[in-house]
């Protein structure tokens, strides 16, 4: 069964730019989350798609946005880049019943130059 | 929102050692995992334990619930055990605010010495 796979692994982007990075569920699952690593703040939680509705969101600007597609996949877009964008972005999928365990891809990393 | 704290936040071993880890967390959870993310940034799943007890090989894990807090532990560490072990949870009693949303502590970093 595969896992969650992430697109692309590795972008770099110069400020003001947009970036669109992509999330294919394990095949099943119908909720996806994302969510932001960085040294300084950890892991933070964006925002969690299901059945193409944003079901819950973080504290995050507007720049940060997502949207899921009839077959599950997501995609969330960072637009007018800034340096502290600069992060590992991490989605993860689960079945998306009430509490249920999450597995997550490889992340995308982005360098923001 | 719920607070999550690991510990200790560094921990030196030599193969062969055991160790404890803990996560205290501050509400009532519906959802608690154990991660370790491997040197290209996965989370590679440990534990799903909301509560009780559950072993894998030499790991295994308690979460006492009613406490707030959930144990790792690891015996016979071997090298390949190093990295971040990380503890996340979603809030019980939240409703729908809950979906999908982990938690994150900020992680132990374990280093295994042949």
């Known amino acids: 069964k595969a896992g969650v796979t992430q697109t692309p692994r590795y972008l770099i982007k110069t400020r003001g730019q947009q970036v669109t990075l992509s999330c294919s569920p394990i095949s099943g699952h119908r909720s996806v989350s994302w969510y932001q690593q960085t040294p300084g703040q950890g892991l933070q939680f964006l925002f969690e798609?299901?059945?193409?509705?944003?079901?819950n969101k973080g504290n995050f600007p507007g720049r940060f946005s997502g949207r899921q597609f009839s077959n599950s996949r997501s995609e969330m877009n960072v637009s007018t880049l800034e340096l502290g964008d600069s992060a590992l972005y991490l989605c993860?999928?689960?079945?998306?019943?009430?509490?249920?365990?999450?597995?997550f891809g490889e992340g995308s990393r982005l360098t923001v130059l | 929102g719920i607070q999550v704290e690991q510990s200790p936040p560094d921990l030196i071993l030599q193969e062969g050692a055991n160790s404890t880890l803990r996560c205290n967390f501050s509400?009532?959870?519906?959802?608690l995992q154990w991660f370790h993310q491997n040197p290209w940034g996965q989370l590679i799943n440990l534990f799903y334990i909301p509560s009780g007890t559950k072993q894998n090989g030499r790991l295994s894990a308690t979460t006492v619930a009613t406490e707030r807090y959930s144990l790792l532990y690891i015996s016979s560490s071997q090298t390949t055990d190093s990295g971040v072990y990380f503890c996340?949870?979603?809030?019980?009693?939240?409703?729908?605010?809950?979906?999908?949303?982990?938690?994150f502590g900020q992680g132990t970093i374990l280093t295994v010495h042949p």
């Open positions: 996340a949870v979603e809030q019980g009693d939240a409703g729908g605010t809950s979906y999908g949303k982990l938690t």
């Open positions: 993860a999928s689960s079945l998306g019943v009430w509490s249920g365990e999450l597995f």
């Open positions: 509400d009532s959870v519906n959802n």
């Open positions: 798609y299901f059945s193409e509705t944003q079901r």
